[in-house]
């Protein structure tokens, strides 16, 4: 495939598995790796006018891929499309698929303090950004101030963060599309200290969740005023198992990989810890994971 800048980085079948946190999933009927913003355009324009399927991919965190495979083209941004820029005031303009823990680590390099609760989370910007993912109190949603989306026709669209309706684990977008850029406001800082806080919190998330195990990351969303993985613990299911998918005997909204889980065996899992907590507790946990492909098949 070429476009105006020259051949676009292209993959056909990879394996899905390979891009994803959990280690879980088939091949991608044809895989994408832009490299610019101009280059996303072109793929969108060009996959809208052939009528091809594209999907979104970041790190492949909180996504089970089908072991199928999918259909059509993913558009995966992480791999080249992950450059920075700081500018004064504490302006920083971050491309979708830089990923977070570096973000964090470069801000506090600059003197910027505000991203330290995000440097643990494995995602990328643009896919943090489509669900207002944060950690410890603090969501990417505060602290940005713009959005540039492209749509599937290719068009840009720049929309100012406070007209995005941010929710807990929600970004009400008015357009659809792939996030390429954002820009943010982060707060002077001094970077011994956001150093400090930042090793706490990764001190603080090691020793209560699964730290380097191939996982979604939280499974379900927390409900109001209760927590998915206390649900879980209370309704049997903390090191419960589906073959090689199991909930993590240290956190249970954690579903770990824990040899060679098939897509099956991961959601059959799921489903029973959502079935425990509705009988237990008559809450029905709502899934933070992503779904691609033929489930039902």
């Known amino acids: 495939m070429a476009g105006r800048t020259g051949k676009v980085e292209e993959v056909y079948g990879a394996k899905l598995r390979d891009f994803t946190t959990i280690g879980i999933g088939g091949a991608a009927e044809r895989m994408i790796f832009p490299r610019s913003l101009q280059e996303v355009q072109e793929i969108l324009k060009m996959e809208r006018e052939e009528g091809r399927e594209v999907r979104f ?13 999918v259909r059509g083209t993913v558009l995966c941004l992480k791999k080249n499309m992950g450059k920075m820029l700081f500018s004064a005031g504490g302006s920083v303009v971050a491309e979708g698929g830089t990923m977070l823990p570096r973000f964090a680590v470069l801000c506090a390099l600059s003197g910027l303090s505000g991203s330290e609760e995000l440097a643990g989370i494995p995602g990328t910007v643009g896919g943090a950004m489509s669900m207002n993912a944060g950690a410890y109190g603090r969501f990417i949603g505060e602290i940005a101030e713009w959005v ?8 840009l669209h720049r ?14 977008l008015p ?79 954690f579903l770990i990989n824990t040899g060679r889980a098939t897509s099956a065996e991961a959601l059959r899992l ?24 033929d489930f039902d098949a």
């Open 159 to 172: 929309l100012v963060a406070h007209n995005i309706g941010f929710a807990y684990r929600e970004a009400a």
């Open 57 to 69: 991919l970041g790190a492949g965190s909180n996504l089970l891929v089908y072991d199928g495979g």
């Open 270 to 293: 799921i489903v029973r810890g959502r079935e425990q907590v509705r009988v237990m507790a008559g809450i029905d946990l709502a899934l933070e994971v992503k779904l691609w492909g």
């Open 148 to 155: 540039e989306i492209v749509d599937a026709e290719g068009r």
């Open 175 to 253: 357009v659809r599309g792939v996030i390429a850029r954002v820009g943010f406001r982060l707060a002077p800082g001094v970077p011994d200290e956001v150093f400090a806080r930042m090793k706490t919190l990764n001190e603080k998330r090691r020793a209560t969740q699964p730290w380097g195990e191939r996982t979604f990351g939280s499974t379900f969303r927390n409900p109001p005023n209760e927590k998915a993985g206390r649900l879980l613990e209370q309704a049997g299911m903390k090191g419960a198992r589906e073959g090689d998918a199991l909930f993590s005997e240290k956190h249970a909204n």
